[in-house]
């Protein structure tokens, strides 16, 4: 592709489908916006019920996270991230992120994440037991695709 092919371009979200996030989870749901190949950059929409525990992770990379909806908090942290709040991890950082109760009705929290490499699911002792990223994403949304008849989108290309 040459740089002039390059453009800003619009992703519409409605177009695209939410994805459990099997193998983990039929519950937490994906949409999957951009899976770039070249930084390893993936951006994704999550949902995921109150009182949902994720894996424990370490990143690579960087994670951005925007809390659309509801609240949540790293267990190994004191603070809970809601509506509006922005959570910027560093690379080497390991956490277990939960979706807290609130006092609203939201029964599920709803984020908008930037991760940039691996996430890396240790168990308690901190031994690998699966690795996500950009590639694993892919896999999954085809896959999602194929499953339910929906013409998938080339969500690597730049424009």
Request: net charge negative.
């Amino acid at each position: 592709m040459l740089y002039q092919q390059v453009d800003t371009a619009v992703i519409d979200g409605e177009s695209l489908p939410w994805v459990p996030f099997t193998p983990y989870s039929e519950d937490v749901l994906l949409k999957y916006f951009k899976l770039d190949p070249v930084r390893g950059e993936w951006i994704v929409r999550m949902k995921a019920p109150i009182g949902m525990q994720l894996p424990k992770h370490h990143h690579t990379g960087t994670v951005i996270v925007y809390t659309i909806e509801g609240q949540w908090k790293y267990k190994e942290h004191d603070w809970v991230a809601g509506p509006g709040s922005v959570v910027y991890e560093t690379a080497a950082s390991t956490h277990t992120p939960e979706v807290v109760s609130t006092e609203s009705t939201d029964s599920y929290v709803e984020t908008l994440v930037i991760v940039t490499g691996d996430l890396v699911f240790v168990d308690e002792n901190d031994k690998v037991m699966a690795i996500e990223n950009w590639k694993t994403a892919m896999q999954r949304y085809l896959a999602y695709c194929e499953k339910h008849d929906i013409e998938p989108k080339d969500l690597t290309a730049f424009n």
